[in-house]
């Protein structure tokens, strides 16, 4: 992988930097089976009221149908070829079945066009393969990690990303994710070998406020610089601020735990996330 920089010929170009295509992207258009509608909602709701703040414009985007659940167990597909999503940071790969179904999956650092994916509890622990965390090595790097036997694939799945299968315990797999978060999962849910391409999505940076319209984000204005009856840090005469940062509804923003302290799934934390 590789990112591409700008000669400073203008401002938006002078810090921009995005990843390369060429080498890496091997069709330019998705599989129409694979791929459905998706309307932009602008942060309306069903009345067209605004109850999300900052969203709207952005480019119209084609939703990939991915296969997290990867279910078809011990049937072989072959990689056709590795695409774009601009509904993800990762890239996707388009796998065609021996039985004549084509579904699209997370793709992974080293996984080539020709390549032989396969799930399930016989497949072996190699690049691509699906298979239940009692059948994976200890020590394996892993992503696209169910949290419920069945579920489909719930951690790990963004650019760069991958968690550790460290050790078991009875039923239970210990797996260090990506935020640090040490945590038991059920031995009998699926992950997937490898760590998630693209990982030079890190490094890219917009450059212009114009490629962040683009994503549907549009311009966010702080809390200070509102009237009091707008935000908790608004108001004061002149340029104002301090005080504890607050969330416009008036929780703290800063190191304030939100998390249920009786939360039932806090019993499979082993240790939290480091900060």
């Known amino acids: 992988?590789?990112?591409?920089?700008?000669?400073?010929?203008?401002?938006?170009?002078?810090?921009?930097?995005?990843?390369?295509?060429?080498?890496?992207?091997?069709?330019?258009?998705?599989?129409?089976?694979?791929?459905?509608?998706?309307?932009?909602?602008?942060?309306?709701?069903?009345?067209?009221?605004?109850?999300?703040?900052?969203?709207?414009?952005?480019?119209?985007?084609?939703?990939?149908?991915?296969?997290?659940?990867?279910?078809?167990?011990?049937?072989?597909?072959?990689?056709?070829?590795?695409?774009?999503?601009?509904?993800?940071?990762?890239?996707?790969?388009?796998?065609?079945?021996?039985?004549?179904t084509k579904a699209y999956m997370i793709a992974p650092n080293g996984l080539e066009v020709g390549t032989t994916v396969v799930s399930g509890p016989d497949a072996a622990p190699e690049v691509g393969n699906a298979l239940p965390l009692n059948k994976i090595p200890v020590g394996t790097v892993i992503h696209c990690i169910e949290l419920r036997p069945g579920q489909g694939a719930s951690m790990a799945r963004s650019a760069g990303t991958f968690a550790q299968l460290t050790s078991r315990e009875g039923d239970y797999a210990i797996i260090k994710l990506p935020s640090g978060e040490t945590r038991k999962v059920l031995a009998t849910c699926k992950a997937t070998v490898g760590v998630v391409g693209n990982s030079d999505h890190a490094l890219e940076r917009s450059g212009k406020a114009g490629r962040t319209r683009h994503l549907g984000r549009r311009p966010h204005n702080r809390g200070v610089v509102m009237n009091p009856v707008d935000h908790p840090m608004g108001g004061g005469e002149g340029r104002a601020s301090g005080g504890h940062p607050r969330s416009r509804t008036g929780l703290y923003a800063k190191g304030l735990k939100t998390r249920a302290p009786k939360k039932q799934s806090s019993k499979y934390i082993i240790e939290r996330r480091k900060k």
């Open 1 to 100: 992988m590789a990112v591409r920089k700008f000669k400073p010929t203008t401002p938006g170009q002078r810090h921009k930097i995005i990843g390369v295509f060429k080498g890496t992207i091997t069709a330019t258009t998705p599989e129409k089976s694979l791929t459905v509608g998706k309307r932009s909602t602008g942060g309306r709701n069903v009345e067209g009221h605004l109850a999300t703040r900052y969203r709207g414009g952005g480019h119209k985007r084609r939703y990939r149908i991915i296969d997290f659940k990867r279910t078809k167990d011990g049937v072989p597909a072959v990689v056709k070829s590795i695409e774009y999503d601009p509904n993800r940071s990762a890239r996707i790969a388009l796998l065609y079945y021996v039985d004549g």
